[in-house]
Nanobody
Framework: QVQLVESGGDLVQTGGSLRLSCVASGFTFSSYAMLWYRQAPGKARELVAT???????TYRDSVKGRFTISRVNAKNTVYLQMNSLKPEDTAVYYC?????????WGQGTQVTVSS
């Protein structure tokens, strides 16, 4: 079965950096796009970044130039490098993949940015 396990969340100060990791199992990782979402308290879950099978990336406007999504297929892992963090980046970050219309999610990892 598909499993996604995120890690790397922490409490950091404004301007700090974190690297989130998501280790996938149960499917052919290299054949699927991977996505990072986040959900702040009281807000809807929002798409942060995507990476295609071929490595093409997209970002929401508020993180462009600060966040970088990448993948290492040999490790079944997708990363989210987050620099210049802001308090508004505080959220639970989720890894996601979609197979034949079915969404798969990890358990999430908490990122808290203090001002």
């Amino acid at each position: 079965q598909v499993q996604l396990v995120e890690s790397g969340g922490d409490l950091v100060q404004t301007g700090g950096s974190l690297r989130l990791s998501c280790v996938a199992s149960g499917f052919t990782f290299s054949s699927y796009a991977m996505l990072w979402y986040r959900q702040a308290p009281g807000k809807a879950r929002e798409l942060v970044a995507t990476i295609s099978m071929a490595g093409s990336t997209t970002y929401r406007d508020s993180v462009k130039g600060r966040f970088t999504i990448s993948r290492v297929n040999a490790k079944n892992t997708v990363y989210l490098q987050m620099n210049s963090l802001k308090p508004e980046d505080t959220a639970v970050y989720y890894c996601n993949t979609v197979h034949w219309g079915t969404n798969y999610w990890g358990q999430g990892t908490q990122v808290t940015v203090s001002s």
